[in-house]
T-cell receptor, first 115, second 114 residues
């Protein structure tokens, strides 16, 4: 199994507070992704990274920022959490090229509740 | 843009029944197609894939054929087990700018009853 660790796995916070979710990989994969999973929407891409300090927006990036200072770590920050950001967040990694292009390996998810 | 369409379910089957979960897609290029499975409380994991037209992906008794003429990638299994109860996601992958963009369907929940 791919070595991907998400932390925290569960978090309850209040509206307006900052929240940071961490994704750590031991596979040295180039690409890292943050998705959110919501009923009726499947998985939607928030942000992705294609290298250290190289990040870009996905389809639902408003209210989120990311940082990648090391190959193995990809942080997702909610500067001021809102109730609409209550969701399950998944980190994924990918080699991103060759025969395995498009194959994603997922972490176990972080369940965030914003009250 | 790219899109993937699948029914949300739930699909409820008796053990040993035949399973079909339909998936159709829209894409401008020549995408690779995937099925991912999510067991309760876990992240998604790759079930099978096909990278070009007429390819058949298979794994754990599941199979799906990449049909370019009907833009479909339906998932099938001849005899489901209770342990197959999970959410199944169809997905496509295509090169978009500088990265491999993966687009997911909404997921189909499968419940298998003894």
């Amino acid at each position: 199994d791919a070595g991907i660790t998400q932390s925290p796995r569960h978090k309850v916070t209040e509206t307006g507070t900052p929240v940071t979710l961490r994704c750590h990989q031991t596979e040295n994969h180039r690409y890292m992704y943050w998705y959110r999973q919501d009923p009726g929407h499947g998985l939607r891409l928030i942000h992705y990274s294609y290298g250290v300090k190289d990040t870009d927006k996905g389809e639902v990036s408003d209210g989120y920022s990311v940082s990648r200072s090391k190959t193995e770590d990809f942080l997702l920050t909610l500067e001021s959490a809102t109730s609409s950001q209550t969701s399950v967040y998944f980190c994924a990694i990918s080699e991103g090229s060759g025969r395995s292009a498009g194959e994603l390996f997922f972490g176990e998810g972080s369940r965030l509740t914003v009250l | 843009g790219n899109s993937v369409t699948q029914m949300e379910g739930p699909v409820t089957l008796s053990e040993e029944a035949f399973l079909t979960i339909n998936c159709t897609y829209t894409a401008t290029g020549y995408p690779s197609l995937f099925w991912y499975v999510q067991y309760p409380g876990e992240g998604l994991q790759l079930l099978l894939k096909a990278t070009k037209a007429d390819d058949k992906g298979s794994n754990k008794g599941f199979e799906a054929t990449y049909r370019k003429e009907t833009t479909s990638f339906h998932l099938e299994k001849g005899s489901v087990q209770v342990s197959d109860s999970a959410v199944y996601f169809c997905a496509l992958s295509d090169r978009a700018g500088g990265y491999q963009k993966v687009t997911f369907g909404i997921g189909t929940k499968l419940q298998v009853i003894p």
